[in-house]
């Protein structure tokens, strides 16, 4: 079956270090998104990606960034992490048809402790 | 911009009966979709229910319905013959229509923790 999957689970790391989060899906999905969710805000969009090659920022970029390389997957690097970024964070993806069943899938969550 | 507001942090309701979540939402477009999903404690996300804004006609999916008033922008979800498996948060979302940057991605509310009393 096809899926959405995210490594690691949880990962706490200090602040300043780069920090890398997986996000690998076999839906062959064009679309692809990556999310944090923090208390009081519901998920807030950081990056997303149409295609191959394609990234653009969201919402709360600052500090992140992704590159996408291939249809699968579409890491996200926190450059220099801080305590800000203490978060969850959630990879989606979704086909292109840009109808009301283009239904975004999610992974299952990374949480992310910056000390 | 569009905003998406959920103004009920928390609810609760006995097994059985049935609870309405709250959810609006500002934009200027005419075109979109709005979406329900589903977060129990296992933090996955589950679509519960979605609606097609030229649609008239309320989206029912099983014991989830939902109440959606354009003119108000207003978008609230029902519960009906709660269980205990529904308790989780709930999360209102906005996706626009319209092609270009705005393609494809959700637009969240804050959230609402449903507790089911047994």
């Known amino acids: 079956d096809a899926e959405i999957t995210q490594s690691p689970r949880h990962k706490i790391t200090e602040t300043g270090r780069q920090v890398t989060l997986a996000c690998h899906q076999t839906?062959?999905?064009?679309?692809m998104f990556w999310y944090r969710q923090d208390l009081g805000h519901g998920l807030r969009l950081i990056h997303y990606s149409y295609g191959v090659q394609d990234t653009n920022k969201g919402e709360v970029s600052d500090g992140y960034s992704v590159s996408r390389s291939n249809t699968e997957d579409l890491p996200l690097t926190l450059e220099s992490a801080a305590s800000s970024q203490t978060s969850v964070y959630f990879c989606a993806s979704s086909e292109s048809s840009g109808g009301a069943r283009d239904t975004q899938y999610f992974g299952p969550g990374t949480r992310l402790t910056v000390l | 911009a569009q905003t998406v507001t959920q103004s009920q942090p928390e609810m609760s309701v006995q097994e059985a009966e049935t609870v309405t979540l709250s959810c609006t939402y500002d934009t200027s477009e005419s075109d979109y979709y709005l979406f329900w999903y589903k977060q129990p404690p296992s933090r996955q996300m589950i679509l519960v229910i979605r609606?097609?804004?030229?649609?008239?006609q309320n989206a029912t999916e099983n014991r989830f319905s939902v109440n959606f008033q354009k003119a108000a922008k207003s978008f609230s979800l029902k519960i009906s013959d709660s269980q205990l498996g529904d308790a989780a948060m709930y999360f209102c979302?906005?996706?626009?229509?319209?092609?270009?940057?705005?393609?494809?991605?959700?637009?969240f509310g804050q959230g609402t923790i449903l507790t089911v009393h047994p």
């Open positions: 979302a906005y996706r626009s229509a319209a092609g270009g940057t705005s393609y494809g991605k959700l637009t």
């Open positions: 609606q097609e804004a030229y649609k008239q």
């Open positions: 839906w062959n999905h064009n679309n």
